[in-house]
Every structure is written in C-alpha cells, then in structure tokens.
C-alpha cells in the first residue's frame, strides 16, 4: 500500500495543480449575473494593481484603457476586496448622481473614521437621517451669513479682502512672513491666495476674519487642507482597502492625513474654544454661535455635538482652504499659456467693468467669458477625478446592469470631461464651449460639483469667490513665467484632489 501511494503521487499532484488553477480562474473570472464587466482580477490586490501598473502617479486613467477593451462605458472594479463600479460618461455619471439609492457614502473605511475620533461624523462621509438632519442644519443657517445665497455684509467682506489681495500683489510684502511667498512684482502661488479663501469661509463659521499680520496662521491652516488632499491617490488609495496598511506609515499616505486632518481639527479647537468663551445668546455670529446654542436644546443622546461640530466645519472648510485657491492657480497657468484667452477676458471686464472700480459679484451675469474661462478650468483640469465616492443604499440598477446594496460607485469625471463623444475636442482649451450662439452661458455639462443629493453644498459659494478672486486678478495683472519654476500644466500633484505644484509668478500690474 505504501508503494502503491508513492507511485499514484505525481497523479495526485497534478489533480491538486488543476484544482487550484480552476479555482484560481474561478476567482478571478467569476462575477455575478448582469454585472458590468470587470477589470482583470488578482488575488489580494484585486484590479487596483492594474490600474498602477498603467499610471502609478493618476491610476484613474488607466481605466481608459479598459473601457476601450472591455467595450462598456460602466466598468466593474475590485480595490483589494471591495468591490466597485466606475461610471465613465455623461450618462452614466447622471444617473449615478440623480437616483437617491446612489447616495450612500462609503463610511466603515478604517481611515474615515480615523480621521473623525473613531466615528461617523461630519458631513462628506456619512448618510441617512443624520446626514439629513446635519446637513440641512448646517445650510439652512449657514446661508444667514452667505453661503449660498447673496447676502450684502458678507460680499461687502469678501470685496475688502479682494481689495487687500491686489494691494499685496501691487505693493509687496510688508513683513518677513510675508516675503516667504510675496515680493515685489512676484507671487508664491497658490499661497498668496490662502488668506482669502480662509477667510472666505472663516468668516461664515466664526462670523470674525484675520488681518493681514495673522496671514500666515491661515496660511498654516491651508497647508494642513492641502497635505490632506495630497496624501493619497486620486482612486483613494490602498488605504481604501485593507486596514492593516495603516501600520506601513506613510507609505501609502496615511499618516499624511491624519497629520493634514487633525492640524485642522486641532486649529479650529484652539479658536472654537474662544468662541464658546465669548458666547451669547443674544449675538450669532456665525454657524458656530447658532449650532452652541442648538447643543443646548437637544438631549444627550441627539445627533449635534461638538465633536460633530468640528467634523462639520472640517469638512465644510477643507475644500475652501484648497481645492478652490487650486482651481484658481490652474486658472492662471492655463491664461498664461492661451494668451489668446487672457486677452479676451481681459478685453470683457475692461468694457463691462472698465478701469474706475474693482469686479464685484454683480458683474459676474455681465461676464460671460470669463465665467466661461473658469467653467472650461474646471473640466480641462479636473479636480476630482473619480469625484467622492457614493454607495449603493439597496439593490438598483445603472444603465441596465444590476448594482447590489452597500456597491461602491464611482463617479469618473476625468474619463467624461475627456469624451470626445461630448465635448469634440477634449484636449483644446477653449471655453467658448461653455457660450451658446448669442454669447450668453450654455448648459455646464462637466458636473464639477456633482448633481443630485449628494451635489456639493458649497458649489454656489464656490462658484462666487472663484470667480471673484479670478475676474479681480485678470482685470488687474498681467501674469507671466518665472525661469526654473514649475509653469508646466503638467506640473501638478496627484491626491484625492488634483493641485498645482507651487511656483513663483510674475505680476504686472495692469495699470
């Protein structure tokens, strides 16, 4: 018997080699039924290899390949063991963003809840009733002061903190601090507009901004923003995936943003703080004066707390503190490079506005072109690619394929503000794409701020300073290269949002 078993080993073996080659195959082929076809699949690393494998640095692009292969413009994805869906045109991302059972957030990742003391707080990255009941707290008074609506005081802010920006550019730094980013007829980008986007949004949560020798406090408070967005890939990471990759440190950008995240946190504790000294119930200066005093009505076991306070104006005041200042200085390379585009704006606001008196907000239905400029900076240098993440809240479909309850579903801005099927031609920057026959501003396709539920609650807030800051810097500057520094519109960073590397541009003054 024993010499017989000896003999029959090879047989066995081989059996044993066909057994696991079968399952291997099984595994990586198998797939529910009407699924959208899926990535090629490995074990452990899922399809996330393969999108590094074709662009280690912006892995979202690979998924143009794949799209092309496989011949379907929704594509199904494994990011280690979570299984995704990645919609990649303008129908696809529509109805994506227009049914509500797309408006779950992926919020049991391990870094998620990290970054907000180990629970599901804040506003990006949770849903269902808290979600509602936060979010609609927060806008409904938060528009009191300016978000989102026009309100006088707030503009009239917002135009003295223009006032100073172009003052600074005209007349240079005043203080050491400020010749780190500032000097005569030069500025360190994006940092020369932190303070301004600061305290764009500062002020409607603390209803107080800082003056110009507390600059470089906001400056900090930004940079955190941005160490944040920076830390990790534009699909999430591999971070997303497994928690135990958290203990390979900053490897995979993890220690990089819990840094970004709680130097936020601890920021805005340190001025929270104060706030809640000088509280009254008489003077609400801001959310934080209003969300106080609604802490104090509710029972303890209700959903506003401080901790969802912080979490709230964390996630409300990290996109101001740095994908709008980012936008802002793609927008200057991308003039700078179309000269023929700056020369247009320019020639708008000098007959619209003319020389007497600064852009303001008012203007902004008057300047079409312009707009439109900022409009086609926001498709031609996406910012979000694979946008936030949302989840499937129960069993759906999306354009024909079954999508099963708790899915990830990715939004690929990239892939659709590149379709030549939408937009003719991608590659050319030109934003009279974004102007009808007449002139006036057409319909925005290129969905920067998502649509739906789930679009961005600070888009029409964004929007105004964006344009504020912009048209402002157009009419009063001209921009040109500084040898040796990163003017290149490739010369950008990847993370969970694209940004502009830093660099030194000349500023000329106009007149």
């Keep these: 018997m024993f010499n017989t078993g000896a003999r029959m080993s090879p047989f066995l073996i081989v059996i044993l080699f066909v057994i696991v080659v079968y399952k291997f195959y ?15 699949r490995l074990p452990f690393v899922g399809s996330y290899w393969h999108l590094l494998w074709g662009n280690y640095q912006y892995p979202h692009n690979t998924v143009r390949y794949y799209i092309d292969k496989l011949q379907s413009k929704v594509v199904a994805c494994y990011f280690g063991p979570i299984f995704a869906v990645i919609a990649n045109d303008y129908a696809s991302i529509k109805e994506v963003f227009k049914k509500e059972e797309f408006s779950g957030r992926p919020a049991d990742v391990d870094v998620v809840k990290a970054r907000a003391f180990g629970k ?27 978000f989102g609506t026009r309100q006088v005081k707030y503009e009239e802010d917002m135009m003295e903190e223009v006032s100073l920006l172009i003052d600074m550019l005209k007349d240079g730094p005043i203080n050491d601090k400020e010749k780190t980013f500032l000097k005569k007829g030069y500025a360190l980008f994006p940092d020369i507009l932190y303070p301004y986007f600061a305290n764009s949004i500062w002020d409607i949560m603390f209803g107080d901004r800082f003056d110009r020798v507390e ?25 997303f995936q497994r928690k135990f990759f958290k203990y390979f440190g900053n490897t995979f950008g993890y220690t990089n943003i819990l840094k970004g ?3 936020l946190i601890d920021f805005i504790k340190k001025y929270l703080y104060k706030q809640k000294d000088s509280h009254s119930n008489d003077n609400d200066r801001g959310l934080i004066d209003i969300y106080l005093k609604e802490m104090k ?4 076991t209700s959903t506003f707390s401080e901790k969802q306070l912080i979490m709230t104006l964390v996630d409300f005041m990290f996109p ?34 003319g020389t007497g008196r600064y852009v303001t907000w008012e203007d902004r239905n008057n300047l079409p072109y312009t707009e439109s400029t900022i409009r086609e900076v926001l498709r031609y240098e996406t910012l979000t690619p694979f946008g936030v993440f949302h989840k499937a809240l129960k069993d759906t479909t999306l354009c024909g394929y079954n999508i099963s309850k708790d899915t990830i579903v990715i939004t690929n801005l990239a892939e659709m503000n590149n379709d030549p099927d939408l937009w003719g031609d991608p590659k050319n920057f030109r934003p009279e794409r974004f102007l ?46 500084v040898e040796g520094e990163p003017t290149g519109l490739n010369d950008k960073l990847p993370g969970l949002i694209v940004t502009p590397k830093e660099t030194w541009i000349r500023v000329e003054p106009r007149r």
């Excluded at 797939?31 to 959208?36: A, I, L, V, W």
């Excluded at 009505?297 to 303890?300: E, I």
């Design 26 to 40: 099984k595994f990586i082929t198998f797939m529910p039924p009407n699924t959208p076809p899926c990535l090629p």
């Design 120 to 146: 599901k707080l804040g506003i990006f990255f949770t849903e269902g009733l808290f979600w509602q009941e936060q979010r609609r707290f927060a806008l409904r008074h938060m528009r009191d002061f300016g």
């Design 215 to 239: 600059h470089h406090k906001l400056r900090y408070f930004c940079e955190a923003a941005m160490i944040f967005q920076r830390a990790a890939d534009t699909t999430g990471g591999v971070i």
């Design 261 to 263: 995240n709680y130097r």
């Design 297 to 300: 009505k509710q029972s303890p």
């Design 320 to 353: 101001a503190l740095s994908a709008t200042p980012s936008v802002i200085v793609h927008a200057v390379k991308c003039v700078m490079h179309h000269p023929e585009v700056s020369r247009k704006v320019q020639e708008e606001i000098d007959t619209v506005v």
């Design 436 to 481: 009808d026959e007449d002139g006036k501003l057409s319909k925005d396709l290129s969905f920067p701020f998502g649509l739906g539920r789930r679009v961005c609650a600070g888009e029409t807030f964004a929007r105004y300073n964006m344009f504020g800051v912009f048209a402002a810097l157009m009419q009063n500057f001209n921009f040109s290269f």
